[in-house]
């Protein structure tokens, strides 16, 4: 099933800025809430978000509690040269998820 | 047989006769999508379906369509083949007459009609993921048409009940929707915008809800708002009034998945 949705440019003259959007598909339960009996109900949420520019690391969030559910988080960066965006996240509960998006750099 | 038919007739002419005509019905010229109303941000992100996260559930929408269920092992594909042909334009036409039932069904009880009558599968809840991808998915394929709702004759009864029920007062504050939604839409309610309660891209993201949701819970919200008693999902109540609802914005456009605050 659909996790994330990535938004990188496919082209791009060399030392442009461009922007880079993300939406990743999570509940980011707070671990505020409770249930009708009161028990609590347990934080899920995404922790972590990196993105690597051909292995080097060119973005990193942490995430907390009050960022809503599906995070979309979106940054700029400089195109330097031919290659792959690599995204990662990582949450609770043990969740992983990584996406990756090419971009051809003229 | 024939009598009853009579009387059947005579009863929707004297649901129009009873009824009168709101004074403040909104003028055709006059009708505005909740798009409309939104903060720019909000609109620039329905418009962009990368940032759409409606589109998440669209994405899921479609493996469901291919995704083999049920005792028949069939899956929606295998009858509908691509979506892209058969399902364009269908969302907006619901809800829409079902022969068999005699009555007005929507978009999510077509689908679950489908899955145990022909797929042999349990029908899905509502407001479920799955049950809203799938909606999603094939009210995706009317993006940009002309909303038809209500256009089937045989509907006329049932859309003048849902009528009934839209400008009908109830509950603790005795409100009925059209004192809002007719009479007060150009102006907020605790700062948010009244809006004229035009159904045009449900399912849709609302940001309040953080998720993608049906017209029916929209209803259902807006219904314990006025402190009334909520139908409960697929009461032929909330069938009704989204279908009058999708009869008074016949021509707008579908916007689905759309996003609201």
């Known amino acids: ?106 | 047989m024939r009598r009853r038919g009579i009387a059947l007739v005579m009863l929707a002419v004297a649901y129009r006769a009873v009824l009168p005509i709101h004074a403040n019905e909104i003028p055709q010229t006059e009708r505005r999508s909740g798009f409309g109303f939104m903060a720019p941000d909000t609109q620039a992100m329905q418009g962009d379906d990368t940032v759409n996260p409606g589109t998440l559930w669209v994405l899921d929408g479609e493996v469901l369509w291919n995704r083999k269920v049920g005792s028949a092992d069939k899956a929606c594909a295998d009858c509908h083949t691509d979506a892209r042909e058969t399902m364009k334009g269908v969302a907006a036409r619901y809800p829409a007459f079902d022969k068999a039932r005699g009555r007005p069904v929507d978009l999510e009880q077509r689908i679950n009609l489908c899955r145990t009558d022909h797929q042999q599968a349990t029908p899905l809840p509502y407001e479920s993921r799955d049950l809203l991808a799938l909606t999603a998915f094939v009210a995706r394929h009317s993006r940009g048409m002309p909303i038809e709702g209500g256009s089937d004759p045989r509907l006329e009864p049932f859309v003048a009940k849902g009528r009934e029920l839209f400008v009908r007062r109830q509950g603790q504050l005795n409100l009925g929707c059209a004192n809002c939604h007719d009479d007060n839409w150009d102006k907020r309610l605790a700062g948010s915008a009244i809006t004229q309660a035009h159904p045009t891209g449900y399912p849709l993201y609302r940001l309040e809800w953080q998720s993608l949701g049906s017209l029916q819970r929209r209803l259902r919200a807006c219904i314990a708002g006025i402190r009334a008693q909520a139908y409960d999902y697929g009461a032929p109540e909330l069938v009704e009034l989204e279908l009058y609802l999708m009869s008074r914005a016949r021509g707008m456009t579908i916007e689905t998945p759309a996003v609201r605050p």
Request: with cysteine; net charge negative.
């Open chain 1, 1 to 106: 099933m659909a996790s994330a949705l990535i938004n990188v440019p496919a082209r791009a003259r060399r030392g442009d800025v461009i922007e880079i959007k993300t939406l990743m598909s999570h509940i980011m339960e707070t671990g505020y809430r409770h249930t009708a009996s009161g028990d609590v109900v347990p934080r899920d949420i995404v922790t972590s978000f990196t993105c690597r520019y051909n292995g080097t690391e060119i973005f990193r969030a942490d995430l907390f509690p009050a960022i809503a559910a599906n995070p979309f988080i979106t940054f700029f960066t400089t195109a330097t040269e031919s290659g792959r965006f690599e995204f990662e996240w990582i949450g609770d509960r043990g969740f992983s998820q990584t996406a990756s998006a090419p971009i051809t750099v003229e």
